[in-house]
Protein backbone atom coordinates (compact mmCIF):
# COMPACT_ATOMS: atom_id res chain seq x y z
CA UNK A 1 0.00 0.00 0.00
CA UNK A 2 1.71 3.43 -0.49
CA UNK A 3 1.94 6.08 2.03
CA UNK A 4 3.55 8.51 0.08
CA UNK A 5 2.73 10.40 -3.51
CA UNK A 6 4.38 12.89 -4.94
CA UNK A 7 2.12 14.96 -7.71
CA UNK A 8 4.19 17.07 -9.85
CA UNK A 9 2.79 19.32 -12.90
CA UNK A 10 3.94 17.32 -16.40
CA UNK A 11 3.36 20.67 -18.44
CA UNK A 12 4.41 24.37 -18.57
CA UNK A 13 2.20 24.39 -14.62
CA UNK A 14 -1.91 25.01 -14.13
CA UNK A 15 -2.86 21.43 -15.23
CA UNK A 16 -4.96 21.37 -12.00
CA UNK A 17 -2.50 20.07 -9.05
CA UNK A 18 -3.81 21.62 -6.48
CA UNK A 19 -7.70 19.69 -7.05
CA UNK A 20 -5.70 16.04 -7.40
CA UNK A 21 -3.87 17.08 -3.90
CA UNK A 22 -6.66 17.86 -2.39
CA UNK A 23 -9.29 14.64 -3.52
CA UNK A 24 -6.17 12.60 -2.20
CA UNK A 25 -5.58 14.59 0.95
CA UNK A 26 -9.14 13.50 2.15
CA UNK A 27 -7.41 10.32 3.02
CA UNK A 28 -3.88 11.65 3.81
CA UNK A 29 -2.43 12.75 6.89
CA UNK A 30 -0.18 15.33 5.38
CA UNK A 31 0.55 17.54 2.82
CA UNK A 32 3.87 19.30 1.63
CA UNK A 33 5.31 22.00 -0.32
CA UNK A 34 8.95 21.70 -1.22
CA UNK A 35 9.38 23.91 -3.65
CA UNK A 36 8.26 28.06 -5.47
CA UNK A 37 7.10 30.41 -3.48
CA UNK A 38 3.58 32.31 -4.14
CA UNK A 39 4.23 32.37 -8.02
CA UNK A 40 2.16 28.94 -7.50
CA UNK A 41 -1.93 29.53 -7.45
CA UNK A 42 -3.87 26.50 -6.77
CA UNK A 43 -7.43 26.75 -6.81
CA UNK A 44 -9.51 24.67 -4.50
CA UNK A 45 -13.54 24.17 -3.10
CA UNK A 46 -13.76 23.75 0.58
CA UNK A 47 -16.51 21.53 2.27
CA UNK A 48 -19.10 24.11 1.89
CA UNK A 49 -18.03 24.03 -1.68
CA UNK A 50 -16.55 27.49 -1.28
CA UNK A 51 -13.57 28.45 -3.67
CA UNK A 52 -9.98 29.08 -1.74
CA UNK A 53 -6.98 29.84 -3.69
CA UNK A 54 -3.51 29.07 -1.95
CA UNK A 55 -0.04 29.96 -2.93
CA UNK A 56 2.16 29.44 -1.05
CA UNK A 57 0.00 27.15 1.65
CA UNK A 58 -0.11 23.24 0.93
CA UNK A 59 -3.29 22.23 -0.20
CA UNK A 60 -4.04 20.13 2.33
CA UNK A 61 -5.05 23.67 4.54
CA UNK A 62 -8.37 23.32 3.84
CA UNK A 63 -8.68 19.85 5.84
CA UNK A 64 -8.70 20.35 9.64
CA UNK A 65 -7.12 16.23 10.05
CA UNK A 66 -4.22 17.47 7.43
CA UNK A 67 -0.90 18.44 9.25
CA UNK A 68 0.72 21.35 6.18
CA UNK A 69 4.16 21.50 5.56
CA UNK A 70 6.16 24.01 4.16
CA UNK A 71 9.57 22.58 3.45
CA UNK A 72 13.31 24.27 3.19
CA UNK A 73 12.57 24.21 -0.81
CA UNK A 74 10.49 26.40 -0.48
CA UNK A 75 10.67 30.71 -0.55
CA UNK A 76 7.56 32.16 1.14
CA UNK A 77 6.21 35.68 1.51
CA UNK A 78 5.06 35.43 5.04
CA UNK A 79 2.17 38.51 3.85
CA UNK A 80 0.71 36.23 1.09
CA UNK A 81 1.54 33.21 3.67
CA UNK A 82 -1.06 35.39 5.99
CA UNK A 83 -4.04 36.11 3.33
CA UNK A 84 -3.58 32.15 2.38
CA UNK A 85 -4.33 31.28 5.56
CA UNK A 86 -6.76 33.98 6.94
CA UNK A 87 -9.90 33.01 5.43
CA UNK A 88 -10.22 28.99 5.85
CA UNK A 89 -13.39 27.65 8.07
CA UNK A 90 -10.41 25.77 10.05
CA UNK A 91 -6.87 26.81 11.77
CA UNK A 92 -4.78 24.99 9.67
CA UNK A 93 -2.10 22.56 10.99
CA UNK A 94 1.25 23.82 9.50
CA UNK A 95 4.96 23.55 10.44
CA UNK A 96 7.48 25.55 8.86
CA UNK A 97 10.93 24.27 7.92
CA UNK A 98 13.58 26.31 9.55
CA UNK A 99 16.06 25.98 6.21
CA UNK A 100 13.21 27.94 4.08
CA UNK A 101 13.88 31.17 2.71
CA UNK A 102 11.87 34.27 2.86
CA UNK A 103 10.80 37.08 0.27
CA UNK A 104 10.59 40.45 0.89
CA UNK A 105 9.56 43.43 -0.77
CA UNK A 106 12.96 44.20 -2.46
CA UNK A 107 13.04 40.85 -4.35
CA UNK A 108 9.36 41.68 -5.54
CA UNK A 109 11.02 45.04 -6.69
CA UNK A 110 13.77 43.48 -8.26
CA UNK A 111 11.68 41.10 -10.00
CA UNK A 112 9.39 43.45 -11.03
CA UNK A 113 12.44 46.11 -12.22
CA UNK A 114 13.90 42.86 -14.12
CA UNK A 115 10.16 42.62 -15.81
CA UNK A 116 10.36 46.51 -17.15
CA UNK A 117 13.58 45.68 -18.44
CA UNK A 118 14.26 43.69 -22.10
CA UNK A 119 15.13 41.37 -20.13
CA UNK A 120 11.78 39.82 -19.26
CA UNK A 121 10.84 36.87 -18.68
CA UNK A 122 7.19 36.78 -18.12
CA UNK A 123 7.15 35.97 -14.29
CA UNK A 124 4.85 36.56 -11.64
CA UNK A 125 6.69 39.32 -9.99
CA UNK A 126 6.32 37.83 -6.75
CA UNK A 127 9.91 37.97 -6.07
CA UNK A 128 10.41 34.52 -6.18
CA UNK A 129 13.42 34.61 -8.62
CA UNK A 130 15.24 37.34 -6.98
CA UNK A 131 14.82 35.34 -3.53
CA UNK A 132 16.25 31.90 -5.10
CA UNK A 133 18.87 34.10 -6.76
CA UNK A 134 19.65 35.37 -2.93
CA UNK A 135 20.16 31.72 -1.70
CA UNK A 136 22.38 30.59 -4.04
CA UNK A 137 24.37 33.39 -3.69
CA UNK A 138 24.27 32.75 0.38
CA UNK A 139 23.07 35.91 1.01
CA UNK A 140 19.11 34.60 1.68
CA UNK A 141 17.43 35.30 5.12
CA UNK A 142 16.29 31.96 6.41
CA UNK A 143 12.91 30.84 8.04
CA UNK A 144 14.74 30.13 11.05
CA UNK A 145 15.70 33.85 12.13
CA UNK A 146 11.84 34.31 12.69
CA UNK A 147 12.81 32.84 15.73
CA UNK A 148 14.84 35.13 16.63
CA UNK A 149 13.76 38.72 15.70
CA UNK A 150 16.65 40.64 16.88
CA UNK A 151 19.34 39.12 14.67
CA UNK A 152 16.10 38.94 12.19
CA UNK A 153 16.06 42.64 11.63
CA UNK A 154 19.97 43.46 11.71
CA UNK A 155 20.08 41.22 8.54
CA UNK A 156 16.80 42.47 7.00
CA UNK A 157 18.92 46.09 7.45
CA UNK A 158 22.00 44.76 6.24
CA UNK A 159 20.22 43.10 3.25
CA UNK A 160 18.23 46.23 2.29
CA UNK A 161 21.74 48.22 2.15
CA UNK A 162 22.85 45.67 -0.09
CA UNK A 163 19.21 45.85 -2.22
CA UNK A 164 19.44 49.43 -2.45
CA UNK A 165 22.43 49.32 -4.49
CA UNK A 166 21.30 46.75 -7.06
CA UNK A 167 18.01 48.89 -7.54
CA UNK A 168 19.77 51.56 -8.06
CA UNK A 169 21.00 49.63 -11.12
CA UNK A 170 17.69 49.51 -12.41
CA UNK A 171 15.35 52.31 -13.69
CA UNK A 172 12.85 53.06 -11.86
CA UNK A 173 13.01 50.76 -9.20
CA UNK A 174 12.67 52.32 -6.00
CA UNK A 175 13.92 51.93 -2.90
CA UNK A 176 13.56 50.15 -0.55
CA UNK A 177 12.99 51.17 3.71
CA UNK A 178 14.50 49.42 6.20
CA UNK A 179 12.46 50.51 9.05
CA UNK A 180 9.22 50.69 7.25
CA UNK A 181 9.71 47.06 6.26
CA UNK A 182 10.71 45.66 9.85
CA UNK A 183 7.55 47.45 11.06
CA UNK A 184 5.20 46.04 8.62
CA UNK A 185 6.68 42.80 8.75
CA UNK A 186 6.99 42.37 12.80
CA UNK A 187 3.28 40.99 13.71
CA UNK A 188 3.47 38.50 11.42
CA UNK A 189 7.20 37.34 12.83
CA UNK A 190 5.36 36.86 16.16
CA UNK A 191 2.51 35.12 14.82
CA UNK A 192 4.48 32.48 12.62
CA UNK A 193 7.76 32.13 14.58
CA UNK A 194 6.26 29.32 16.64
CA UNK A 195 5.41 27.32 13.68
CA UNK A 196 9.19 27.20 12.44
CA UNK A 197 10.79 23.72 12.80
CA UNK A 198 13.04 20.97 11.47
CA UNK A 199 11.11 19.85 8.85
CA UNK A 200 13.31 17.24 7.58
CA UNK A 201 13.42 15.86 10.76
CA UNK A 202 9.57 16.18 11.60
CA UNK A 203 8.59 14.60 7.95
CA UNK A 204 11.21 11.36 8.62
CA UNK A 205 9.32 10.69 11.79
CA UNK A 206 6.25 11.41 10.59
CA UNK A 207 6.30 9.12 7.82
CA UNK A 208 7.84 5.77 9.80
CA UNK A 209 4.93 6.49 12.12
CA UNK A 210 2.64 5.26 9.09
CA UNK A 211 0.82 8.48 7.81
CA UNK A 212 0.05 8.97 4.83
CA UNK A 213 1.60 12.33 2.93
CA UNK A 214 1.06 13.94 -0.04
CA UNK A 215 4.23 15.67 -1.63
CA UNK A 216 2.63 18.80 -3.66
CA UNK A 217 4.63 20.18 -6.54
CA UNK A 218 4.04 23.59 -8.09
CA UNK A 219 4.67 24.48 -11.68
CA UNK A 220 5.65 21.83 -14.05
CA UNK A 221 8.29 20.14 -15.55
CA UNK A 222 8.79 22.16 -18.71
CA UNK A 223 8.93 25.16 -16.48
CA UNK A 224 12.21 23.63 -14.20
CA UNK A 225 15.01 25.73 -13.64
CA UNK A 226 17.50 22.71 -14.97
CA UNK A 227 14.72 20.86 -17.62
CA UNK A 228 12.63 23.43 -18.95
CA UNK A 229 12.81 25.58 -21.81
CA UNK A 230 15.30 27.92 -20.33
CA UNK A 231 16.15 30.71 -19.48
CA UNK A 232 11.72 31.15 -19.61
CA UNK A 233 11.52 29.14 -16.48
CA UNK A 234 11.01 29.45 -12.81
CA UNK A 235 13.67 29.48 -10.52
CA UNK A 236 12.89 26.27 -8.65
CA UNK A 237 13.54 22.41 -9.33
CA UNK A 238 9.90 21.77 -10.03
CA UNK A 239 10.70 17.70 -10.63
CA UNK A 240 10.38 14.82 -8.29
CA UNK A 241 14.18 15.46 -7.05
CA UNK A 242 13.26 19.38 -6.54
CA UNK A 243 10.46 17.66 -4.09
CA UNK A 244 12.95 15.35 -2.26
CA UNK A 245 15.48 18.05 -1.69
CA UNK A 246 13.32 20.63 -0.91
CA UNK A 247 11.64 17.92 2.19
CA UNK A 248 15.57 16.94 3.41
CA UNK A 249 14.29 13.48 2.86
CA UNK A 250 16.10 10.61 1.02
CA UNK A 251 14.94 8.72 -2.69
CA UNK A 252 13.21 5.81 -1.07
CA UNK A 253 10.42 8.25 0.85
CA UNK A 254 8.16 8.38 -1.97
CA UNK A 255 6.35 5.08 -2.90
CA UNK A 256 4.36 6.51 -6.25
CA UNK A 257 4.98 9.41 -8.55
CA UNK A 258 2.45 11.20 -10.14
CA UNK A 259 2.55 13.65 -13.02
CA UNK A 260 -0.73 16.15 -13.56
CA UNK A 261 -1.20 16.30 -17.03
CA UNK A 262 -3.80 18.97 -19.00
CA UNK A 263 -4.76 16.80 -21.83
CA UNK A 264 -4.22 20.25 -23.91
CA UNK A 265 -1.41 22.60 -22.96
CA UNK A 266 -1.35 26.11 -21.87
CA UNK A 267 1.65 28.53 -20.84
CA UNK A 268 1.61 31.64 -19.08
CA UNK A 269 4.60 34.45 -19.77
CA UNK A 270 7.25 34.21 -22.32
CA UNK A 271 9.07 31.06 -23.80
CA UNK A 272 8.86 28.93 -26.23
CA UNK A 273 5.32 26.37 -27.13
CA UNK A 274 5.40 24.43 -30.08
CA UNK A 275 1.98 23.34 -30.22
CA UNK A 276 0.48 27.00 -29.73
CA UNK A 277 -1.99 28.03 -32.34
CA UNK A 278 -0.64 29.82 -35.46
CA UNK A 279 -1.28 33.42 -35.05
CA UNK A 280 -2.55 33.34 -32.22
CA UNK A 281 -1.62 37.05 -31.67
CA UNK A 282 -0.82 38.66 -28.43
CA UNK A 283 -2.59 37.54 -25.91
CA UNK A 284 -0.08 37.44 -22.96
CA UNK A 285 -1.30 40.54 -21.51
CA UNK A 286 -5.01 39.96 -21.69
CA UNK A 287 -7.02 39.30 -19.39
CA UNK A 288 -10.84 37.94 -18.35
CA UNK A 289 -11.94 41.41 -18.91
CA UNK A 290 -10.12 42.28 -21.95
CA UNK A 291 -9.97 38.98 -23.82
CA UNK A 292 -12.17 38.70 -27.02
CA UNK A 293 -14.65 36.38 -27.08
CA UNK A 294 -15.50 33.68 -30.19
CA UNK A 295 -18.66 34.88 -32.65
CA UNK A 296 -20.82 32.30 -32.99
CA UNK A 297 -19.76 32.07 -37.23
CA UNK A 298 -16.17 31.13 -35.36
CA UNK A 299 -17.21 28.29 -33.03
CA UNK A 300 -19.42 27.10 -35.63
CA UNK A 301 -15.91 26.44 -37.41
CA UNK A 302 -14.66 24.26 -34.33
CA UNK A 303 -17.88 22.35 -33.49
CA UNK A 304 -17.84 21.28 -37.59
CA UNK A 305 -14.27 20.21 -36.83
CA UNK A 306 -13.37 22.41 -40.27
CA UNK A 307 -9.80 21.18 -39.83
CA UNK A 308 -9.83 22.38 -44.11
CA UNK A 309 -9.99 26.03 -42.94
CA UNK A 310 -7.01 27.90 -42.72
CA UNK A 311 -7.95 29.22 -39.00
CA UNK A 312 -9.14 25.75 -37.34
CA UNK A 313 -6.04 25.45 -35.50
CA UNK A 314 -6.18 29.08 -34.25
CA UNK A 315 -10.25 29.08 -33.30
CA UNK A 316 -9.74 25.77 -31.85
CA UNK A 317 -7.25 26.66 -29.57
CA UNK A 318 -8.72 29.81 -28.54
CA UNK A 319 -12.34 27.89 -27.98
CA UNK A 320 -10.37 25.93 -25.47
CA UNK A 321 -8.76 29.00 -23.72
CA UNK A 322 -12.66 29.99 -23.34
CA UNK A 323 -14.55 26.62 -22.42
CA UNK A 324 -11.22 25.93 -19.80
CA UNK A 325 -11.64 29.46 -18.11
CA UNK A 326 -7.80 29.57 -18.78
CA UNK A 327 -6.47 32.51 -17.12
CA UNK A 328 -4.00 32.73 -14.22
CA UNK A 329 -4.84 31.24 -10.61
CA UNK A 330 -1.69 34.18 -9.52
CA UNK A 331 -1.84 37.04 -11.73
CA UNK A 332 -5.42 36.79 -14.09
CA UNK A 333 -3.02 36.50 -17.07
CA UNK A 334 -4.91 34.78 -20.15
CA UNK A 335 -3.05 31.60 -20.62
CA UNK A 336 -1.70 30.70 -23.73
CA UNK A 337 -3.21 27.26 -25.04
CA UNK A 338 -1.42 25.08 -27.43
CA UNK A 339 -2.36 21.10 -28.21
CA UNK A 340 -1.41 18.22 -26.00
CA UNK A 341 2.54 17.55 -27.08
CA UNK A 342 3.55 13.81 -26.38
CA UNK A 343 6.95 15.25 -27.10
CA UNK A 344 7.35 17.19 -24.02
CA UNK A 345 4.55 14.85 -21.72
CA UNK A 346 7.18 12.27 -22.11
CA UNK A 347 10.46 14.81 -21.15
CA UNK A 348 8.27 15.53 -17.90
CA UNK A 349 7.77 11.68 -17.38
CA UNK A 350 11.67 10.81 -17.82
CA UNK A 351 13.19 14.02 -15.89
CA UNK A 352 10.72 12.72 -12.67
CA UNK A 353 10.38 9.03 -13.45
CA UNK A 354 6.64 9.36 -13.36
CA UNK A 355 4.87 6.11 -12.37
CA UNK A 356 0.93 7.42 -13.32
CA UNK A 357 -0.66 10.36 -15.13
CA UNK A 358 -4.23 12.02 -13.87
CA UNK A 359 -4.96 13.45 -17.00
CA UNK A 360 -7.57 16.89 -16.28
CA UNK A 361 -9.70 18.93 -17.97
CA UNK A 362 -11.02 16.37 -20.32
CA UNK A 363 -14.43 18.53 -20.19
CA UNK A 364 -12.46 21.70 -21.76
CA UNK A 365 -12.36 19.77 -25.26
CA UNK A 366 -15.58 18.42 -24.90
CA UNK A 367 -17.70 19.84 -28.43
CA UNK A 368 -14.10 20.86 -30.22
CA UNK A 369 -14.75 19.04 -33.57
CA UNK A 370 -11.18 18.10 -34.42
CA UNK A 371 -8.64 17.02 -31.56
CA UNK A 372 -5.00 17.52 -31.93
CA UNK A 373 -2.03 15.71 -30.55
CA UNK A 374 1.32 15.98 -31.29
CA UNK A 375 3.43 13.04 -31.72
CA UNK A 376 6.75 13.98 -33.15
CA UNK A 377 8.32 17.41 -34.58
CA UNK A 378 9.67 18.30 -38.02
CA UNK A 379 12.41 20.30 -38.10
CA UNK A 380 11.82 23.05 -40.45
CA UNK A 381 15.32 24.12 -41.26
CA UNK A 382 17.33 20.40 -41.64
CA UNK A 383 13.59 18.10 -42.58
CA UNK A 384 14.32 15.69 -39.73
CA UNK A 385 11.90 14.49 -38.05
CA UNK A 386 12.27 14.22 -33.35
CA UNK A 387 10.77 12.46 -30.88
CA UNK A 388 12.90 14.17 -27.57
CA UNK A 389 12.09 17.47 -26.24
CA UNK A 390 15.31 19.50 -27.19
CA UNK A 391 17.07 20.91 -24.15
CA UNK A 392 17.98 23.95 -25.77
CA UNK A 393 15.05 26.68 -26.63
CA UNK A 394 16.30 27.89 -29.83
CA UNK A 395 16.14 24.28 -30.86
CA UNK A 396 12.73 24.17 -30.04
CA UNK A 397 11.86 26.63 -31.87
CA UNK A 398 12.90 25.34 -34.88
CA UNK A 399 10.41 22.44 -34.31
CA UNK A 400 7.08 22.24 -35.99
CA UNK A 401 4.92 20.15 -34.48
CA UNK A 402 3.23 16.78 -36.40
CA UNK A 403 -0.05 15.98 -35.61
CA UNK A 404 -2.78 12.74 -35.21
CA UNK A 405 -6.23 13.65 -35.22
CA UNK A 406 -8.62 12.80 -33.25
CA UNK A 407 -12.70 13.09 -33.87
CA UNK A 408 -14.01 15.02 -30.91
CA UNK A 409 -17.13 14.10 -28.94
CA UNK A 410 -19.42 15.85 -27.25
CA UNK A 411 -19.74 16.03 -23.34
CA UNK A 412 -17.47 14.48 -20.63
CA UNK A 413 -18.91 16.33 -18.24
CA UNK A 414 -20.73 14.71 -14.85
CA UNK A 415 -19.14 11.17 -16.14
CA UNK A 416 -17.87 8.72 -12.98
CA UNK A 417 -16.62 6.04 -14.98
CA UNK A 418 -14.30 5.29 -17.74
CA UNK A 419 -16.34 3.28 -19.73
CA UNK A 420 -19.08 5.66 -19.43
CA UNK A 421 -16.96 8.52 -21.09
CA UNK A 422 -17.54 8.81 -25.46
CA UNK A 423 -16.39 6.33 -27.33
CA UNK A 424 -13.74 9.28 -29.02
CA UNK A 425 -12.75 10.77 -25.87
CA UNK A 426 -11.57 7.37 -24.59
CA UNK A 427 -9.92 6.68 -27.67
CA UNK A 428 -7.89 9.59 -26.96
CA UNK A 429 -7.05 8.55 -23.75
CA UNK A 430 -5.88 5.43 -24.67
CA UNK A 431 -3.77 6.85 -27.60
CA UNK A 432 -1.97 9.05 -25.00
CA UNK A 433 -1.19 6.03 -22.96
CA UNK A 434 -0.08 4.49 -25.74
CA UNK A 435 2.23 7.05 -26.96
CA UNK A 436 3.55 7.86 -23.41
CA UNK A 437 3.89 4.39 -22.04
CA UNK A 438 2.03 5.45 -18.98
CA UNK A 439 -1.24 4.84 -17.76
CA UNK A 440 -4.33 7.42 -16.33
CA UNK A 441 -5.33 6.63 -13.07
CA UNK A 442 -7.56 9.18 -13.16
CA UNK A 443 -9.43 11.74 -15.55
CA UNK A 444 -10.63 14.77 -14.10
CA UNK A 445 -13.74 15.97 -15.68
CA UNK A 446 -14.27 19.31 -14.49
CA UNK A 447 -12.88 21.81 -11.89
CA UNK A 448 -14.61 20.73 -8.82
CA UNK A 449 -13.31 18.50 -6.44
CA UNK A 450 -15.18 14.98 -7.28
CA UNK A 451 -15.10 15.97 -11.13
CA UNK A 452 -12.90 12.76 -11.20
CA UNK A 453 -13.14 9.31 -12.61
CA UNK A 454 -10.99 7.37 -10.63
CA UNK A 455 -9.20 3.99 -12.66
CA UNK A 456 -7.03 3.25 -9.88
CA UNK A 457 -6.68 4.24 -6.47
CA UNK A 458 -2.91 5.74 -5.85
CA UNK A 459 -3.47 4.98 -1.98
CA UNK A 460 -4.38 0.86 -2.82
CA UNK A 461 -0.94 0.64 -4.36
P1 LIG B 1 8.42 33.21 -11.74
O1 LIG B 1 8.34 31.83 -11.19
O2 LIG B 1 7.42 34.16 -11.17
O3 LIG B 1 9.83 33.74 -11.69
O4 LIG B 1 8.07 33.15 -13.30
C1 LIG B 1 8.88 32.44 -14.24
C2 LIG B 1 8.02 31.74 -15.26
O5 LIG B 1 7.29 30.69 -14.63
C3 LIG B 1 6.97 32.64 -15.92
O6 LIG B 1 6.79 32.21 -17.26
C4 LIG B 1 5.72 32.37 -15.13
O7 LIG B 1 4.55 32.63 -15.86
C5 LIG B 1 5.89 30.88 -14.85
N1 LIG B 1 5.19 30.42 -13.65
C6 LIG B 1 5.60 30.54 -12.37
N2 LIG B 1 4.70 29.98 -11.55
C7 LIG B 1 3.72 29.48 -12.33
C8 LIG B 1 2.52 28.74 -12.05
O8 LIG B 1 2.18 28.44 -10.91
N3 LIG B 1 1.79 28.38 -13.13
C9 LIG B 1 2.16 28.68 -14.40
N4 LIG B 1 3.27 29.35 -14.70
C10 LIG B 1 4.04 29.76 -13.67
Same mark, same amino acid.
Given at each position: MAKTIAIVGAGWGDEGKGAVVSDLAREAQGVGRFQGGNNAGHTLYDSQGRKVVVNIAPSGVIYPHVQNIIGNGCVIDLEVLDHNLKDLINDPKLLISDGAHLIFDYHKQLDQARENSSAKIGTTKRGTGPAYADKINRLGIRASLLRRPKDLEEQIREAAN?????? @???DSAGTINADILITKIR????? *???LVADASLFLDKFIKAGNRFIFEGAQGALLDIDHGTYPHVTSSSTTVAGLLAGAGLGLKSIDVA??? $??? *??????????? !??? @????????????? $?PKLTLDEKIVVYGGIRAHPDYNCLALRLIQEQGDEFGATTGRMRRTGWLDIVALKKAIRVNGLDWL?????? !?LDRIGTVKVCTHYQNKETGEFSYDFPGEELELEQMVPQYFEFPGWMSTTGVRAFDRLPRNAQDYLSAIEGLTG???????NGPRQGDYIQRTNLWRL
Amino acid at each position: MAKTIAIVGAGWGDEGKGAVVSDLAREAQGVGRFQGGNNAGHTLYDSQGRKVVVNIAPSGVIYPHVQNIIGNGCVIDLEVLDHNLKDLINDPKLLISDGAHLIFDYHKQLDQARENSSAKIGTTKRGTGPAYADKINRLGIRASLLRRPKDLEEQIREAANLKNEEL @ELWDSAGTINADILITKIRPLVEK *YRGLVADASLFLDKFIKAGNRFIFEGAQGALLDIDHGTYPHVTSSSTTVAGLLAGAGLGLKSIDVAVGV $AKL *YCSRVGEGSFP !TEG @ESYGNIKNLTRDT $APKLTLDEKIVVYGGIRAHPDYNCLALRLIQEQGDEFGATTGRMRRTGWLDIVALKKAIRVNGLDWLVGTRID !TLDRIGTVKVCTHYQNKETGEFSYDFPGEELELEQMVPQYFEFPGWMSTTGVRAFDRLPRNAQDYLSAIEGLTGVKFAGIRNGPRQGDYIQRTNLWRL
